[in-house]
């Protein structure tokens, strides 16, 4: 005897690693939250675009801020003619690939926002996807910094228009000039000199004031720190002046726009970009000032560098200021939930001309997490539907009916359609939130009624009745009425819980 | 005397082969049209759902429609750990892993929608890319036939919601155990019984009832056909008594549904599975009647199979039927926007038990042509930024001021931000479309005024008057006023262009 066994492959069911499902409250909150942003660019005069999802690997270029695997950090296919292709990374690399591929029809400046996913090909970790999304606005084709104070001013109302108080986040501004100069009369400025790693070095470690305080940023523009595991990173190689300009420099922090300027001056003195750096940084504070942005919402900080290193001119940087828990389970400033700033050679990849350009991306999740930790996340208006039970399958033209007609009126409604009993069905309503079901059983038919019972109130009042069999015998929350009073029924029930 | 030249790299700005970047006005229409859907898919109870862009290949599974080439068709690419992924090519199939994976969770039935990219690795050509939009609603966990039914009415609505009149659209619906029974009858059903490509391809040829009609049908399903360019598709090798059944099948469609039930009934008699389907088949019919669907917006017609390999049951298509002109110049109907059916065996890939589910699928960009051919895409409401002409560099502020005033009123406005003259100026706000340009020169400044020039007016009026030069000296279209009333003085144009 033989018994012939094909042994089936079955995949096993996981969403691979770093992604993840997004379920139905978050994406009806996200939708909104996009929408309130849409709204204020919209109102900027930026026009939306929307670019593919991947793009030739050579026109993306490799902007990822990975200095160590300049190669890695992208996904990456062959396409049929051999041509390479990669999921974006970002939203400013197809921009850069958009504005070069219709430089000459585009209106200038070009204003574009632009949400959508992007993906990086690195290691996932707690609240570390390998997609997520971003929201970007750009202006291309300007050098004036007056771009560059639009989008800022922009970005702040964005944050209010979001329900984020004023003062519980600020946009901080900055300028990468100012640092060239202060690199330049350190002596480790100029292109092509072989100081190139030694200055990502000093950005990295700028970017850490924050997480480190002063002495931590010290240790990383010297010899090199080693954190509270043991880890040691390499530091930049700084002597004790030189470092001292950069920590100066990144201190010039302060309330008063006039008296920072005035520092900064100081620190970049000789330095031809320097200067100019502060000269357009002033000019960014004078529109600021002259359209009512004080300092409680946006504020030169020169510590603000942002790592990438295609900036060229101005940055800036959202931040919120209230503290919340971070993963390690730390009370923490909230942080940054955007950033961006001038990125003149872009473009020029393509064309070999300069087209200068300046932008704003938001990290939609962290603004997504931070708007839900403030409560202000917009979830309302979602009714969970009605759900008509299904009490003979004989007769479920006419459960489909009422179901038909509670969805005219515009109630959400929905008939059960599950295999089981009047207890698997009431654990189906529970289950979806339903805020009432109706039951139409041999008894109701007969007479030309329907039974209304009404889950919330329902819920409510089981939990203030001791007594489980005197709930039950008084069947409470629950009404029988005639089949033409169903719309209308369903409805004062509705409107009870809603108001 | 050497001279020292670097090349250059340049890449070329191109968007990838069978992609395509999407502009700000089809953007705007296609989530006005997306909403609308959501709305309906939202009264019927539904939820949303967002997965990944990409899954693991072998989650993933192999389900496009193209049998010669079962290993193509979607882009796939290895993670670090050597596990292949691949860009997901239809919505369905991320569903059924979802589900899988949270299968003791979710409510039983589980209704949900989702709509995003999906990416198919095929031969682009006029308007076919290789990156679409779909739009999904799916119940899993039912097997009753009541839920096929729900999705058709639903989707009936969604047409005239999104303003095709009825008449203009229909619901077509079949079974495909009706098409399994008279294979059976005619000697060709059975799993794994050699007879698999025979059965997609008779499949296929049903699928070309309404391009090739009877007759090329009829040669499909038999030795094959030569269409007019002499290319030679093979065909199903069907006996004549063979393809009289398959044709009389597909022909029993009709206005009244009893008698389509009955013509079906006839052709299928004595197999089990061909009865069964009629049964369902009558059952949904019996549903839509009571639920007030005529035939107008759902009728019965056994010429739908769809293509795909994987339906179990019911099938349905949602067709436009009016006429428009092709790629190819001709006028024909405007066909199927989207289809579904009942696949019971997507989910059983992962778990090895049954779990039913149906749904429907929306071609997002052939819906939008088609709202666009009939004029009912919604893209009201966008009114283009005022534009506040930069006079004098050195007044910047003044003009950002009013700028933000504009915006702070509601009013969507942008200041130039471009480098050159008044002619530029005038030119770029052309290009933006811009119904006015706020225009403050050193005269006006001095009286504390503002001009306002109305660009819509001023098109209308250059039109009319043939005398150029009594044009620009009447400087028609143009007022002046004091600052304080620049707010109240645009909303005025605005509001007489709106009405």
């Excluded at 990290?363 to 208006?381: C, E, F, I, M, P």
Aim: proline fraction near 4%; aromatic fraction near 8%.
């Amino acid at each position: 005897m033989s018994s012939k066994k094909v042994k089936t492959f079955r995949p096993k069911a996981r969403v691979p690693k770093g992604l993840r499902d997004i379920p139905a409250r978050e994406i009806r909150a996200m939708a909104r939250m996009m929408r309130v942003i849409e709204q204020v660019y919209d109102s900027y005069g930026f026009e939306p675009l929307e670019t593919s999802a991947f793009e030739y690997t050579d026109a993306l270029g490799k902007f990822l801020p990975d200095l160590d695997r300049p190669n890695e950090g992208v996904f990456s296919f062959q396409d049929e003619d051999d041509q390479w292709l990669s999921l974006r990374y970002d939203l400013t690399a197809p921009l850069a690939r958009y504005v070069a591929e219709h430089y000459d029809g585009l209106p200038k400046p070009f204003r574009r926002y632009q949400s959508g996913a992007v993906w990086r090909n690195e290691k996932p970790g707690p609240g570390r996807f390998r997609q997520f999304t971003q929201f970007d606005a750009d202006t291309v084709g300007t050098p004036l910094v007056a771009a560059d104070a639009e989008i800022c001013m922009m970005a702040a109302d964005c944050m209010e228009r979001l329900g984020i108080p004023r003062g519980s986040y600020v946009m901080r501004v900055n300028n990468r000039k100012i640092l060239d100069g202060v690199l330049e009369t350190i002596g480790i400025a100029g292109d092509g000199d072989g100081f190139e790693t030694q200055r990502m070095t000093v950005l990295r470690a700028i970017d850490k004031l924050d997480r480190l305080g002063p002495d931590g940023v010290r240790r990383l523009l010297g010899d090199g720190r080693k954190d509270e595991s043991g880890d040691f990173t390499k530091g930049a190689g700084l002597d004790t002046s030189q470092s001292d300009r950069i920590l100066a420099f990144v201190s010039a922090e302060g309330d008063d726009a006039k008296s920072v300027i005035a520092a900064l001056r100081q620190i970049v003195a000789g330095s031809e970009i320097g200067i100019q750096g502060v000269d357009e940084l002033e000019e960014m504070a004078t529109l600021f000032e002259a359209a009512g942005y004080g300092t409680d919402r946006i504020r030169l900080d020169p510590s603000v560098v942002r790592g990438l290193g295609y900036y060229t001119g101005p940055v800036y940087e959202a931040e919120l200021t209230f503290q919340a828990v971070n993963e390690d389970g730390e009370l923490v400033r909230f942080g940054s939930v955007g950033g961006g700033g001038r990125y003149d050679g872009l473009v020029e990849r393509f064309k070999g001309i300069v087209v200068p350009a300046t932008g704003f991306s938001i990290g939609v999740s962290r603004l997504y997490s931070a708007l839900d930790h403030l409560g202000k996340l917009d979830t309302g208006g979602v009714i969970e539907p009605v759900v008509v039970l299904v009490m003979d399958r004989e007769r479920i033209a006419d459960y489909q009916a009422m179901t038909s007609r509670l969805r005219e009126a515009g109630i959400r409604a929905e008939m059960y359609l599950g295999g089981s009993g009047m207890k698997a069905q009431m654990k189906y309503a529970d289950k979806r939130g339903a805020p009432c079901v109706i039951i139409q059983g041999g008894d109701e038919h007969a007479s030309g009624e329907v039974t209304i019972k009404d889950l919330i109130e329902g819920s409510r009042l089981s939990k203030e009745i001791e007594d489980n069999e005197e709930w039950r015998s008084g069947r409470p929350a629950q009404v029988t009425v005639s089949l033409d009073s169903l719309v209308e029924s369903v409805r004062e029930i509705l409107g009870r819980h809603s108001s």
